[in-house]
């Protein structure tokens, strides 16, 4: 207990008095619940078969792995068993894959696809392939020029590229199948997110919400590419394919071509909403759910009304695209608050009655289990310091926000918690249904913001924002908390001092692997938190760690390391930090990083001896 | 007597400050006047020949006003979209002495108008000629490339980095060579 105290936290009602909704931490030593009833539905969740097809290991988005060699007792003899460059010096942000023998992985722009076959001593190219993206995508990507990761189906490998293409490859020989070109850089958009594939169809979302591209998700048969359906996140019913079957929980939700009456004339067709991040998918409901991000421009007077639906979540049926329900986190959001986070698909009793949830560490600080048959919010709890709103009415199912801290133009507000990139952004998190734990990397900063005028140039940005973000409450700019789930709170958390860029991997053996963007891949118990091992990489890590069972029946653990996305801009992107507002004002709470690491972009692959 | 130095003094001054600079009251608006060669290298086969220049440059470059318009119009054409205050984000930094595509007035003005390979659009046929100097002028000056005295101060609302008319050269960080 006392040796980890310094990473906890007690937690301090009269920061809340504050309004600093401040996250309690747990102090008490108890061990977890012996047998949490938290599981994945086995639909969404199979038995594990060592092999990781895709970036969330399960349409449940677990992250989690039943290899066990690798325990918490043995983790501190893990050594490398290979490492591979990429060749591209930006941010890795990419999960590798495994099929059978082969390994699998995305650069991030020029989105170079390598196959390394495992079943060979040092694990040499098997293929690789270059699909050569217009070299202008890269002005118009919002964070660096990063991808999320590739997923595998039916003998092909299906990833997306920064200037707009969707490609489908055959695994064993590298060989293009079909190439959808579904973004057009000209308008700014982009697409970094990694697919899902879904009953035939390949799920591709779009990236785009700094430069007024109107969100969409598309389903691309994975046969020959042509797309099956296309989903809007703003304008009128017909194109967010809302329909009779809509049922969302909420009224605020409720009404007839909300994607265009909640917006000024016109301006929901450069609104945003897009969908870079994670979907996650119900076999048993036959129900995709996948977020979408923040309306544009950033400034909110230039947008009043509630924006539908941007910053929320669908659930829609993947063969129609077809809209079952909604719910939108940050309605109006004033602070760039993307809805875009994983959704992680759990089975458990909430209040004595057996629920289907999603569980949710969303951007606005909140972490939200949702009923996922209906879109009911059931518990919403910050899980880190939050003053830009005050907590979620659960009977309107409306975020409150504080009024202290609303944006505008010509108006600086200062100290706002979370951050335009959210107590947590992108970088995923993982469930233990051994710990019946969340495990999330996460931020910790705060900003100020200034509202300013921007015009509408097609393929440029429009934004209408400064933005300069300072470390949070404590100082420390990341955390990595372990949420229980069931009691509403975190379990135990640890502090970093850069923000945790980095998704999580947490296997049966006990053991959550995540990185530093200085570099450290870390090991610590899934039960307490205690730090197992770490290895110090070449360059940051913003990557998701992987595990699998290699060729020889070993189990392994992958990283890519190489710093980079939105938060290590300054480095990847070489910007200045005297300018307090470069990387839409993330350069400023990472002074620091050009001396703690450089960029690089190299696969590290760890084994026991 | 002393009144009248009183007097006289800010009229000798308002004078002198008059004569500072000029400025075109008709400026051209006709596009892509400029289309003088601008090498993105410093490399020539057969030794370097003396740089083509262009007399807009120098009219443009030392001018409080241009200059001053030039950073309006950074924010106009979002420019700090991509470039921040100088910072950079989508697009490199352009307060740094690191330079791809060269520093001169004309690269610049090359640079905006025609676009560069890697993301930075062409603003041919939306910023009129002589706005691109003004806005190379601008650009100049983040990096302290600009004569102070004319150099647009910084918005003081953010603190976003020293005023530019305040900025050391960036190559040299204010030390003489």
Request: charged letters at 20%; hydrophobic letters at 35%.
């Amino acid at each position: 207990m006392t040796k980890r105290s310094s990473a906890l936290r007690r937690y301090s009602p009269g920061l809340a008095a504050m309004l600093l909704v401040c996250a309690p931490l747990l102090t008490a030593a108890s061990e977890p619940s012996p047998a949490p009833a938290i599981s994945p539905p086995a639909a969404a969740a199979p038995p594990d078969d060592g092999q990781w097809t895709m970036p969330a290991k399960n349409y449940a988005s677990t992250r989690y792995s039943e290899l066990a060699e690798i325990n918490e007792g043995n983790v501190k003899n893990l050594q490398v068993a290979f490492t591979f460059s990429t060749g591209v010096n930006k941010g890795q942000e990419a999960a590798p894959l495994v099929v059978g023998s082969t390994m699998y992985i995305v650069s991030p722009f020029p989105n170079i696809v390598y196959a390394l076959d495992l079943s060979k001593s040092g694990a040499p190219i098997k293929w690789k392939y270059e699909p050569n993206p217009e070299p202008a995508a890269q002005g118009v990507a919002c964070c660096d020029v990063v991808n999320r990761g590739a997923a595998f189906a039916n003998g092909r490998i299906f990833f997306n590229t920064l200037d707009g293409h969707t490609i489908a490859l055959d695994a064993n020989t590298g060989q293009p199948v079909w190439n959808a070109h579904v973004g057009n850089i000209n308008i700014g958009e982009t697409i970094t997110m990694a697919p899902l594939v879904v009953k035939g169809k390949v799920l591709v979302g779009n990236s785009g919400g700094e430069m007024g591209v109107r969100g969409w998700v598309k389903a691309l048969d994975a046969g020959d590419g042509h797309v099956a359906w296309t989903a809007y996140n703003t304008g009128p019913d017909k194109d967010v394919l809302i329909g009779p079957d809509f049922k969302p929980h909420y009224d605020m939700d409720k009404g007839k071509d909300l994607g265009v009456t909640t917006w000024p004339p016109e301006a929901w067709k450069i609104g945003g909403g897009n969908v870079w991040g994670w979907i996650s998918y119900d076999p048993d409901l036959n129900l995709i759910f996948h977020g979408t991000g923040n309306p544009g421009p950033w400034n909110p007077d230039l947008r009043p009304g509630d924006n539908k639906w941007t910053s929320g979540i669908f659930a829609r049926d993947p063969d129609t695209g077809a809209a079952k329900w909604f719910y939108q986190w940050t309605p109006h959001d004033l602070h760039d608050y993307d809805g875009i986070n994983e959704q992680i698909l759990l089975d458990m009793n909430w209040q004595g009655k057996p629920r289907k949830v999603l569980v949710r560490p969303e951007r606005n600080g909140y972490l939200y289990v949702l009923d996922r048959t209906t879109g009911e919010v059931l518990s919403a709890k910050p899980y880190g310091p939050v003053n830009s709103s005050k907590g979620v009415d659960l009977k309107t199912g409306r975020l409150m926000e504080n009024p202290d801290k609303v944006t505008g133009t010509g108006k600086v507000v200062r100290d706002i918690c979370p951050t335009a990139s959210g107590l947590k952004d992108w970088q995923p998190s993982a469930f233990s249904p051994k710990t019946g734990l969340v495990y999330i990397p996460h931020n910790n900063l705060c900003m100020d913001e200034e509202g300013v005028e921007v015009n509408y140039i097609a393929g440029t940005p429009y934004v209408g924002m400064n933005v300069r973000m300072i470390p949070g409450p404590g100082g420390n700019r990341g955390a990595f908390t372990a949420w229980d789930i069931a009691a509403e709170k975190p379990a135990w958390s640890l502090k970093e001092n850069f923000p945790v860029w980095s998704g999580a991997v947490v296997t049966a053996g006990d053991v959550v692997f995540y990185g530093t963007m200085d570099g450290w891949f870390k090991a610590v118990s899934a039960k307490t938190g205690d730090l197992l091992w770490q290895f110090k990489t070449s360059s940051g890590i913003i990557g998701q760690p992987i595990t699998y069972r290699g060729p020889d029946g070993h189990q392994y653990v992958a990283v890519l390391s190489g710093v980079g996305g939105w938060a290590g801009a300054i480095v990847s992107g070489d910007l200045d930090p005297r300018d307090a507002t470069a990387a839409l004002g993330f350069v400023n709470a990472m002074k620091d990083l050009k001396n703690a690491t450089t960029a690089g972009g190299t696969l590290y692959v760890f084994r026991l001896p | 007597m002393r009144c009248a130095v009183a007097v006289l003094f800010p009229v000798v001054l308002m004078l002198v400050a008059c004569q500072r600079e000029e400025r075109d009251t008709r400026p051209q608006s006709a596009l892509g006047s400029g289309e003088q060669p601008t090498p993105v290298t410093t490399l020539v086969p057969g030794g370097q020949r003396p740089s083509p220049t262009d007399n807009k440059a120098a009219s443009f470059e030392a001018n409080a006003f241009h200059l001053s318009e030039g950073k309006r119009l950074f924010g106009w054409f979002n420019c700090s979209g991509c470039h921040a205050n100088g910072g950079g984000g989508m697009g490199p930094a352009l307060m740094d002495e690191k330079w791809i595509y060269g520093s001169s007035m004309e690269s610049i003005h090359a640079t905006i108008r025609d676009g560069r390979p890697n993301g930075m659009p062409s603003f041919r046929d939306k910023i009129p000629d002589d706005q691109i100097w003004e806005l190379a002028a601008f650009v100049r000056s983040l990096s302290g490339k600009a004569p102070s005295s004319a150099a647009p101060s910084r918005n003081d609302d953010m603190m976003a980095h020293p005023s530019e008319n305040r900025m050391p050269n960036a190559a040299t960080l204010g030390k003489s060579p």
